[in-house]
């Protein structure tokens, strides 16, 4: 009865030792024969079968359903006509191309590099030994990037379901301030303005979200930074058809309120100082995160400064025109004077 039971005990060894053979040695591009499957069963778990065993074996795990495929070719023996099984391997639930795609995905993610090459680690038990998953390329994600995502996830969250289940929201919309904090908006009576909001979509690119939303009352529609949304609460009242506003009458295309670009710059980072308009903080904190910090404010000017790549830092500066204004280093300063003179010249000079 023991020997019986041993018995039984080792075929279906044998076919769990097929299985994580094919399943780690094979793909559609390297597919096995029945005598390598033999030599590494001997080599790896010092399993001594015949051939017949392991055919057998192949046979009926593919009649049981594992995703086990080999080519079929024709043969004469004897005289009589018959069928033999070649090239034995494992259709992964992730083809080579499926994971390339994803881990491709992955690099270009806002997620810190130790949290991506965990992640690539699981890609890679989902393809045979043969797949280079993540082998090329190492992720560069902004340094802010991925706490921003972090902190957007919750009131993404909430908001999805918000727009899921079709009803207004309350929030409010938050600005940056000198006093190194974020502030509610406020309307032009100096109280502090909550919003109500039918949500009609939620984007994201870069590492950020984006609500397309309709302020309740109005008829226009707009991109809400999700960052600068807090207090999100989903009340009971039914949000407005999007049908019924006249800008979503043919769905939301996202290409129509935003573009995102995304810009490399090369170079070891200096601390580069503004002069700005109080009014883009918000917009400074959100592009460099804790690099960025408040030196003075009066009313109407700022002094900051940011650690960055100075390239990085002018082309943040130009983007908001006359509002900001590069006080240092000298060189940056100098780099962004000769520019302002080109830009002048090309438009006839200064008026």
Known sequence: MAEQ????????????????????ESDEAHPLSQQRILELLDERYGMTVDRKSVRRNLLRLKEAGFPLHCREAARTMNGKNSAISLDW??????????????TELLQFSPLPPLRVRQLQEKLRSFTSRHSTV???????????????????????????????????ILCWNDHYEADGKWHHDRNLGG???????????????????????????????RMF???????????????????????????TAPAQYMEMQESVYFGSPELCTFDMDPALLSDLMENFGKRARVLSATLNSVQAEVEAVPEAAA???????????????????????????????????LS
């Open 5 to 24: 039971k041993d018995s039984v005990q080792g075929k279906a060894l044998l076919s769990v030792r097929i299985i994580q053979i094919l399943y780690r």
């Open 89 to 102: 391997y494992w259709e992964h639930t992730l083809s080579e191309a499926e994971a390339e795609m994803l």
């Open 134 to 168: 993540g082998a090329a390329a190492k992720s560069l994600p902004r340094p802010e990037t991925a706490e921003q995502t972090e902190k957007q996830r919750p009131a993404a969250v909430l908001l999805a379901r918000a727009i899921a289940e079709k009803k207004k």
């Open 191 to 221: 109280e502090e303005r909550r919003l109500k909001l039918n949500p009609c979509a939620l984007f994201a690119a870069n590492g950020r979200y984006f609500l397309l939303g309709n302020l309740d009352g109005e008829e226009a529609v």
């Open 225 to 251: 930074y999700v960052s600068r949304l807090s207090g999100i609460e989903i009340t009971d009242e039914p949000a407005r058809p999007q049908k019924s506003l006249a800008a979503l009458e043919n769905g």
């Open 315 to 349: 082309a943040w500066a130009f983007r908001h025109g006359g509002r900001v204004k590069v006080t240092g280093p000298p060189h940056l300063v100098r780099t962004v004077k000769d520019a302002v003179a080109a830009a002048a010249k090309l438009y006839g000079g």
